[in-house]
């Protein structure tokens, strides 16, 4: 499956999200991750996507670990929204829901 992870308005809470995933063995070892970034003056190399190729479920669920580890080491919740870029399986979509990632509106059916 392929996701792309955006916080509109907060690409700095991104990049630290982009960081945390990089640090975590588990997510790194299973989902392919990488960014686009913007080029404008004044924010040369701010991070505006991560993108994700994930391949299982195990993926899939490293990826919910990580996010829940990186929720409980912030004060509040981040803008970050989860976009997934093709329809999903039952499986993958039932795991989802179970991780309770923050699907972008329209994107969790």
């Not at 960014?35 to 190399?45: L, P």
């Not at 039932?94 to 509106?105: G, H, Q, R, S, T």
Request: charged share 20%.
């Amino acid at each position: 499956m392929e996701l792309t992870i955006s916080a509109e308005g907060d690409e700095q809470v991104l990049e630290q999200f982009y960081h945390w995933l990089r640090q975590d063995v588990d997510v790194v070892r299973t989902v392919k991750i990488s960014t686009t970034a913007t080029s404008d003056t004044g924010h040369m190399g701010a991070v505006e996507v991560v993108c994700m190729s994930i391949g299982t479920l195990t993926g899939l669920a490293n990826l919910g670990v990580a996010w829940a580890s990186f929720l409980r080491s912030r004060k509040a919740a981040p803008p970050i929204q989860f976009i997934f870029n093709m329809p999903l399986t039952e499986d993958e979509n039932a795991m989802v829901k179970c991780l309770n990632l923050p699907v972008a509106p329209g994107d969790d059916d």
